[in-house]
């Protein structure tokens, strides 16, 4: 074999080593498409959102304590109405009844005290006489009759009085009821509602309320939404709020918070789903005329505001297990729990890498997330795709940027700004 014929042998066997070499080491992962955006010093609102449904401020449910068939009903809903106006009429047939019986036995009662009371004055007369005449040898039978028939006569004029307080307790109670069967207005407002028809039967009862309509005003209403407990802690009573009503989009309308409830509304118990909520209620300034009673609407309340601080879009901070101090994560957790396992933070992207910062966070609006600490305005930081930032991301990955633009068919893919 030829010196030259063992030269290219030798060429041959290093370039088919040199392959099967290069053809080992791992190949360089291509670079993960994200979303960007800058960090910007913006003014950051917390609000508290929730929905609810208008009320009147002040409704009043009237009823009757009488039972009887409704015969009369002047008003219908939406009827504005003024206290004391006569709003319907419980037929009376039995209770005009028994306030005539009453008063026929308290008048009957008077009489017997009448005539008792003039009994008692002439006895009284007689005993006095007797005892006179008689002076000091007077007839002991005479004085003690005259006397047993004054005490009689006091004792009945006692009772008839009795009586007559009696039957005069039983007029009043009886007139009270007869009163009752005509309904009358207990405040200004207007008609929200009606749940009795003429001719139906009104069941009166202490114990349970038949309400035959309800009255409400207008010219003061609340929104009453649920607040969930992470929240609550935020809201004070006076705090503004913007309100948007459903029904009524183009229609502004501030209000003012009025009461926190302190008993929880609370759904789905005991469950992994359960919700913790609060009742607040949510006073309109000026509710406008078209707003009616039920009608769905938006609460804004803005609980706190940070002017000029440094913020990224919210979903650019996620959430990951706490990295070790050699710059890997950690394994072995605190034993406080697991909130001590994870750390926010921040995909810092710079010449095509991603790299992973820790921050600090503050208050939040609907869209940013204040950034206290671990990050500067105009640092550039991943916002997504959320799989990719949530999980699949690492620390030192080359990224490029995808800005957006469609890809032309069959052609090469649109340009992308590289980092």
Known sequence: MTVRRWIVAVLVVLVVVGMAVASLRPRPEPPVEVQTAKAARMTVTRSVRSAGKLEPHHKVNVSSNITGVLIDLSVGIGSVVKKGQYLGQIETTRYLAVVQQTRARLQAAESDIVREEATLKRLRNVMQRIEKESGNAFNVGEREKAQTEVRVSEAQLESLRSQAQSA??????????????????????????????????????????????????????DIKIEVGEHDVVHLKKGQRARIEIDALPNVPVEGEVTDIGRDAVIKNAGTDNEVINYPVWVALTKPPAAALAGMSGQVTVDTETHPEVVAVPIQAVTVRPRAAPDGGVATKAPATGRADKLEKVVFVVKDGKASRRRVTAGVSSETHLEILDGLQAGEEVVE????????????????????????????????????
Do not use: C
Request: glycine share 12%; hydrophobic share 35%; aromatic share 4%.
């Open 168 to 221: 005069r307790a039983a007029l009043r109670e009886n007139q009270t009821a007869l009163a009752w069967a005509t309904l009358k207005a207990p405040v200004d407002g207007t008609v929200l509602s009606t749940n009795h028809r003429v001719g139906e039967r009104i069941r009166g009862s202490d114990f349970s309320e038949d309400t035959v309509l309800v009255l409400g005003s207008m010219s003061t209403m």
């Open 384 to 419: 997504g795709p959320y799989r990719v930032l949530a999980r699949e991301l690492k620390d030192g990955a080359a990224v490029k940027v995808d800005t957006g633009q469609p890809k032309k068919p069959g052609g090469p893919p649109a340009a992308t700004k590289g980092h």
